[in-house]
């Protein structure tokens, strides 16, 4: 089945650095991946998406690119801010899964000032 | 503004008793969805409901029971026969046209005494 593997947190930082969350999945066909983002005691937020091969999702100074050919959809940001600790889930949904999505465990990030 | 409303925000309940967390969204989304958040662990699909009068069981649907009466409501009922209910509830809904897009609410956190 399909499934999604991200790298375990907690990731702590300080205040602009380089923010790398690995994020790998398993799918049949075609999916649509995405990266949500959740804040202390909040639900989850879109941060961005992309549906096909070579796209790259953007929102907030965050970047992800779908690379097929290594089945990964990795998230950066240049220089992080305090503003940006939360915990950010990778996720995917395939084509015949009607909307359902499947979630990777989540990476806590924590940015220190 | 246009969202999704879960409430309440904590919920305590006594071993033995169900109990029902409420979602409701005014976004006219067609699909609606159940996930359960455990600690240091990604999302868990409960049940989810593509239209009026229509659900279907998630990944881990055992103990819980859901009703889709209108297109704005989405209950889930925690019955007895959870093992293990404490946990953070997030409810989720997509729009018809963009389904793998889910909008989260903030969340019902049930903690069972």
């Known amino acids: 089945g399909d499934s999604v593997t991200q790298m375990e947190g907690p990731v702590t930082l300080s205040e602009e650095a380089f923010l790398t969350i690995n994020c790998t999945y398993t799918a049949t066909g075609y999916p649509s991946l995405f990266w949500y983002v959740q804040y202390p005691g909040e639900g989850l937020q879109l941060l961005l998406k992309?549906?096909?091969?070579?796209d790259k999702g953007s929102n907030k100074g965050f970047e992800a690119t779908y690379r097929k050919e290594t089945t990964s959809f990795h998230l950066e940001k240049g220089s992080v801010q305090v503003s940006d600790s939360a915990v950010y889930f990778c996720a995917l949904s395939s084509a015949d899964s009607w909307g359902k999505l499947q979630f990777g465990a989540g990476t806590q990030v924590v940015v220190t000032p | 503004d246009g969202g999704i409303t879960q409430s309440p925000k904590y919920l305590f309940r006594k071993e033995g008793q169900n109990v029902t967390l409420s979602c409701e969204q005014n976004l006219n989304h067609d699909a609606m969805y159940w996930y359960r958040q455990d600690p240091g662990q990604g999302l868990r699909l409960i049940y989810y409901s593509q239209i009026v009068n229509d659900f279907q069981k998630g990944d881990i649907a055992e103990g819980y029971s859901v009703s889709r009466e209108k297109k704005e409501s989405f209950p889930l009922t925690v019955t007895s026969a959870q093992k293990n209910p404490t946990a953070f509830y997030l409810c989720a809904s997509s729009n018809p046209g963009n389904t793998d897009t889910q909008y989260f609410g903030p969340g019902t956190r049930l903690t069972v005494l």
């Open positions: 992309a549906t096909k091969a070579d």
